[in-house]
């Protein structure tokens, strides 16, 4: 059984890159450290590649530049955009140094000489909006991600040359908005410095974009949700990425088994002729775990294939396995009502529901009960909302990280009876549950990179 989820992994891994190769991407890269009138960064350049890599992998034509002066980076600038054009998916990704200046954004060269602010306007740096309206305009799809909130010494320069009159300069970047179809991704908020990272590795926002954007089957904003979740962990809250997106329809950077919807914008999605190899595929995965007794390998199935043909009967084996013996035979209306628990869920329908520190804390263990581990510790913060997001795409729901009546309802259903132990009656925390350790961060799924590493070593030694 295991051989063929390991089988499908790598199959459905062929199939994203015949996807990625129908449409075209394109990508420019850019990691500045080596900077000539101030200390120099380590790890822009290392983070460049990376991210270079990661694009490379997932079908991307990636315009690449290293350590670039402000000539170059306009060479390159004007190479990008001319590959821009009628792309369907542009993605900008910028580690370094970013300045805003009077609320405008600016990204550094390594050669940039900067003591005023109109060392910043006339030329010393380069215009983020003009980067993004001259470049990347002509793309279907924009995405831009920016590493670039660093502790900037430039900004205490600007502000140490301003006597004549009040320069508003930040060290982070400045908040930015987006155009049509277009997400903007920062490394933390507004005027706020991002972490570098151990000299020699990723900084935790780039480690956190490459091991989720590309992601089978996951969208991009639910990508950005376990981005900001994973960087708020790792930093111990001290970072928090932002955004802005104006996307107008579900973007995958990795279409496999990407759910359909109407009117959705489908960045790579599996053209026709490999519909029915997609179908194949889900068939031998379910054939592969139908007998398992295993929540979390019933639950990879239904984060890969939320609409699935089998959906029911996965839902119904879950809960038999949780629930024990007599519960099999339950109707399904019960555990979900399509004519609500489809609309979508907001702040606003969560607080209807009256979840007290108590009742989050229910919440949490029942997640982690059908295999999507969380912390349970009373609170809905951004780890939390992005396990509500990964088992709402399992069950087909709106995938916000809120609740509503319908999906809580159905949560208990799913999980009923629920074990005497697990909502507990004080606040406390409780950190000690495995689940709970670093490193396992919910979905129920196995990990891709040890599936198809696994995957090579079973067709070679069978």
């Not at 040890?450 to 995957?455: A, E, L, V």
Request: net charge neutral.
């Amino acid at each position: 059984m295991r051989f063929w989820i390991l089988a499908l992994s790598l199959l459905g891994f062929l199939i994203s890159a015949d996807a990625a190769r129908a449409e075209r991407r394109v990508a420019f890269v850019v990691g500045n450290g080596a900077y000539k009138n101030v200390t120099p960064l380590p790890n822009p350049p290392i983070d460049a590649r990376s991210m270079a890599g990661v694009l490379r992998d997932a079908g991307f034509d990636v315009v690449e530049g290293i350590n670039l002066t402000r000539d170059e980076m306009t060479g390159r600038l004007l190479e990008f955009g001319q590959k821009t054009q009628g792309a369907d998916v542009a993605v900008f990704f910028y580690a370094g140094h970013g300045i805003a200046v009077d609320g405008v954004n600016y990204l550094v060269p390594v050669d940039a000489d900067i003591k005023s602010e109109m060392d910043v306007k006339l030329g010393n740096a380069i215009s983020l909006d003009l980067t993004l309206d001259r470049t990347m305009k002509a793309a279907k799809i924009k995405l831009m991600f920016l590493d670039a909130c660093r502790d900037n010494p430039f900004a205490a320069k600007i502000r140490a040359g301003a006597s004549t009159r009040r320069v508003s300069v930040q060290a982070g970047l400045a908040e930015m908005s987006s155009g049509e179809s277009t997400l903007i991704a920062f490394a933390t908020g507004p005027g706020q410095t991002a972490l570098d990272g151990q000299v020699g590795t990723n900084s935790p926002f780039t480690r956190a974009l490459m091991a989720n954007i590309t992601q089978p089957g996951v969208e991009i904003q639910q990508a950005m949700t376990q981005v900001r979740a994973q960087v708020d962990e790792e930093t111990n809250k001290a970072q928090l990425p932002w955004g802005q997106t104006n996307l107008t329809g579900a973007v995958y950077l990795n279409p496999v088994a990407a759910p359909a919807a109407t009117g959705a914008v489908v960045a790579g999605n599996t053209p026709p002729s490999t519909a029915s190899a997609t179908s194949e595929v889900e068939l031998e995965f379910w054939r592969s775990i139908g007998d398992s007794n295993k929540p979390a390998e019933l639950n990879a199935y239904l984060t890969s294939y939320p609409t699935g043909q089998f959906k029911s009967i996965a839902l119904a084996r879950i809960a038999a396995l949780e629930n024990g013996p007599g519960t099999t035979t339950r109707n399904l209306s019960a555990l979900v009502n399509p004519a609500t628990s489809t609309d979508e869920a907001t702040q606003e329908t969560e607080d209807q529901i009256g979840l007290n520190k108590r009742k989050r804390r229910d919440v949490q263990h029942r997640l982690t009960r059908l295999g999507f581990d969380t912390k349970v510790n009373g609170k809905f913060d951004e780890a939390t909302r992005a396990v509500i997001t990964r088992w709402q795409a399992a069950r087909g729901y709106p995938t916000t990280g809120f609740l509503n009546a319908a999906q809580h309802q159905a949560l208990l259903n799913e999980t009923a009876p629920a074990a005497h132990a697990t909502a507990g009656t004080g606040d406390e925390t409780d950190d000690s549950h495995p689940a709970h350790r670093r490193g396992r961060r919910g979905g129920g799924g196995p990990n891709p990179v040890r599936m198809i590493g696994g995957m090579i070593g079973g067709l070679f030694g069978r």
